[in-house]
């Protein structure tokens, strides 16, 4: 197939950007022609707040460019994985005029929540799900802390239910979890159309050796993640499992001067993904205590792959990719005192740890490779691009019964 992949790429990249790039390479390998739409979000500082607001809700450079491309190539389809800020939804009536069907991979709350992570002074808030207009995200300043920004990611959320867009221009969504695929239903998006396709690890990094004796966290450095959990977990582990810290964000100076000050924790600041993958099959476990509904964790699946067991918050996504007791453990998000304990109850049992180091391979290789994602993708490209029913690929509580009349295909 021939498919045209749309992307604002992030400020600061992350397993957004990655997981992207990564689905790209894979359908090229398999002989898909892929080609990109992208904007860059740095350019949001030169366009200024006015004229970023307005292409929020509407980017009529976006619309045209993305018809024009539609116009001098024959596409089977648009595959929309971030269109947040400078794209905006205009990229589907842009599909739309031209009779490209479109997917829309939801990485994030966005179409929910204004700061796109249902999370708010440090906890999971839900109040807007399910809002036409959830004014309370502006009220709150809760986009980048300003009311400004915020007001015109609750303008686009305002304008695009009205306009009934996330029902009329996606064919098919793409959740990465079933966790995250509630959350959405419980916004308002069709369930008949999203999807459960998680992300991958290719190429297979291979499995390590686990012999570091040290923990390792990796993920952007802020708030949401958990960060400060962790590190008062360690003012009581300490030197019997000494953390590694890889990451970069608006914590990043906090934890760069706690580490300073805690027995056994370092930071290594942000680094390239060889030397990740290199700590990752060193360490005795990966520590992923995020305090907000992550919609996947691509860390979690980054560690399987490595053959290292994963200590998650019992929250959100997560806790669905970790498997407590068989791929890792889980602890109470926010709690540094059951975190602490979930890492000693590792520590003390090398048996139980060798057991989960080979569950946690087994569960890549079962479900995380690139073989396993492609043979999900190519399904649910066939289905979008025939105008298919996706009853076989919905879970299989929403499934019609055998005896049911046919479903109605996409529109």
């Not at 990465?176 to 419980?186: D, G, P, S, V």
């Not at 290719?202 to 923990?215: E, L, T």
């Not at 970069?248 to 993958?277: C, E, F, K, T």
């Amino acid at each position: 197939m021939q498919v045209l992949s749309i992307h604002s790429r992030y400020q600061i990249r992350g397993g957004e950007d990655e997981s992207r790039e990564s689905e790209e390479r894979m359908l090229r390998e398999n002989g898909h022609l892929v080609d990109v739409f992208e904007e860059d979000n740095r350019r949001v500082a030169r366009l200024g707040l006015f004229r970023t607001g307005l292409r929020t809700v509407w980017s009529m450079q976006a619309y045209r460019s993305i018809r024009s491309r539609l116009q001098s190539s024959r596409y089977d389809l648009i595959h929309v994985q971030n269109f947040f800020p400078l794209i905006s939804p205009s990229a589907y009536y842009a599909a739309r005029a031209e009779g490209v069907p479109v997917i829309q991979t939801l990485r994030n709350y966005r179409l929910l929540c204004t700061n796109g992570l249902f999370f708010h002074k440090g906890r999971v808030c839900e109040r807007c799900i399910g809002k036409i207009a959830p004014w309370l995200g502006a009220a709150r300043a809760c986009y980048r802390d300003s009311r400004a920004a915020s007001a015109a990611v609750v303008a686009m959320v305002a304008v695009h239910r009205a306009l009934n867009t996330w029902r009329r221009m996606v064919n098919v969504y793409v959740s990465l979890t079933h966790f995250a695929r509630t959350k959405f239903i419980e916004g308002g998006l069709p369930a008949d159309r999203i999807v459960v396709k998680p992300n991958f690890v290719h190429p297979d990094p291979g499995v390590g050796d686990g012999d570091g004796a040290f923990a390792l966290l990796v993920c952007r450095l802020s708030r949401e993640k958990g960060i400060e959990t962790v590190l008062e977990a360690w003012r009581g582990i300490g030197h019997a499992l000494p953390l590694k810290i890889v990451g970069d964000g608006p914590l990043a100076s906090d934890v760069a001067q706690a580490a300073r000050h805690i027995p056994a924790v370092q930071y290594l600041g942000r680094l390239p993904a060889s030397q990740v993958y290199a700590l990752m099959g060193q360490a005795t476990c990966v520590v992923f205590p995020s305090e907000w509904y992550e919609t996947f964790g691509r860390v979690a699946i980054e560690s399987f792959a490595k053959g290292t067991p994963v200590i998650a918050s019992r929250i959100g996504a997560i806790a669905e990719v970790v498997s407590d007791g068989r791929t890792g453990l889980l602890f109470e998000p926010g709690n540094p005192r059951d975190l602490a304990d979930q890492v000693l109850r590792l520590t003390s049992s090398p048996a139980a740890l060798a057991r989960m180091r080979d569950n946690a391979r087994r569960e890549f290789l079962d479900k995380y490779t690139a073989d396993v994602n492609h043979r999900i993708i190519h399904a649910i490209y066939h289905a979008a691009v025939h105008r298919s029913p996706l009853d076989r690929l919905l879970p299989q509580s929403d499934r019609p019964p055998a005896n049911a009349l046919p479903a109605r295909t996409l529109a």
